[in-house]
């Protein structure tokens, strides 16, 4: 875990904190282990949140505790299951939009949280979205109005202009098959996912 703005204030934070993931994931990226790649993941958050010398007597440690903390742990997980290496959070975003190229990626409900809220990808550094970007978002338009079809050629030919696997629109695929048995029930329903699992 890293925190930016404690015990100084940065009022850059979330600009180097994504600067200090960028690099992290290019120094691992052709890192292997006894022959397997080494796969870092990043969730990064900001917000308010308690930091300073905490515990008692018998432990004592200087860390960041609070909601906010446990959502970006919460976000490092979740790049696993959408296939990402850096998500992001809205109040991220919202500092950094017109730095980075990010990627909306959907509204996500976690476990033990009540609301769907969004999450981003970090793509790189500010430059000309790649020709995928409107394509993977298109889908994901088609999907929020419950047009498997669309939605399913759409994320198919996301995978076809990146001539790879892209995580968030194989998450999708996968999604829309399940739904096409088991639609979603809410008729106010636009998107939203509910992760079952941390």
């Known amino acids: 875990m890293a925190v ?3 015990p100084l204030d940065d009022e850059r ?10 690099e992290m994931i290019q120094s691992t990226r052709d890192t292997k282990i006894y022959a397997h790649p080494l796969k870092t993941r990043i969730g990064i958050n900001s917000g308010p949140s308690l930091v300073g010398n905490l515990g008692s007597r018998f432990r004592f440690d200087y860390t960041a505790i609070g ?3 446990n959502l970006a742990a ?22 950094l939009k017109d ?5 909306p990626i959907g509204k996500f409900q976690l476990v033990g949280k009540d609301l769907a809220v969004p999450f981003y990808e970090v793509i790189t550094h500010h430059a000309e979205d790649p020709p ?5 978002a298109e889908g994901l338009a088609a999907f929020s109005r419950r047009d498997w ?6 994320f198919g030919e996301t995978n076809a202009q990146r001539r790879q696997k892209d995580g968030p629109a194989s998450f999708y695929l996968q999604k829309i098959e399940e739904f096409k048995t088991e639609p979603p029930t809410d ?4 998107g939203e996912i509910r992760v079952t699992s941390k």
């Open 132 to 136: 995928w970007f409107d394509t993977f």
């Open 67 to 69: 909601d906010n903390i």
């Open 149 to 154: 079809t669309d939605a399913s050629g759409l």
């Open 99 to 103: 730095k980075y190229v990010l990627r």
């Open 13 to 22: 934070q979330a600009d180097h904190a994504v600067a200090a993931a960028m």
């Open 74 to 95: 919460r976000l490092e997980g979740f790049n696993k299951q959408v296939g990402t290496d850096i998500l992001i959070t809205q109040s991220t975003y919202e500092r």
């Open 4 to 6: 930016w703005g404690a």
């Open 187 to 190: 008729r106010d329903w636009s």
